[in-house]
Nanobody
């Protein structure tokens, strides 16, 4: 079965850094878009960053210049390096993979909490 497991979340002060990891298993995801979404209480889930199989990267405007997404296909893992964190970055961060084809196939992890507070 397909599994996505996030790790690396926690409590950090404003201006600090965290690195999130998403370990996948059950399938080869070399032909999938991989990325991160986040959801704060009472708010809609939003895209944070994605990277396609060809290496094309998309960031939300709110995180450009602060966050960096990367993927290691050999390890079936996607990462999110978060620097200069702000209180508004507080949310549950979810890993997502989506097949790059007309077939609508995607998977979600359980999420990891990120809290930015002084």
């Amino acid at each position: 079965q397909v599994q996505l497991v996030e790790s690396g979340g926690g409590l950090v002060q404003p201006g600090g850094s965290l690195r999130l990891s998403c370990a996948t298993s059950g399938r080869t995801f070399s032909n999938y878009r991989m990325g991160w979404f986040r959801q704060a209480p009472g708010k809609q889930r939003e895209l944070v960053a994605t990277v396609t199989s060809g290496g094309t990267i998309t960031y939300a405007d709110s995180v450009k210049g602060r966050f960096t997404i990367s993927r290691d296909n050999a390890k079936n893992t996607v990462y999110l390096q978060m620097n200069s964190l702000k209180p508004e970055d507080t949310a549950v961060y979810y890993c997502n993979v989506k097949r790059e084809s007309w077939i609508l196939t995607e998977y979600w992890g359980q999420g990891t909490q990120v809290t930015v507070s002084s």
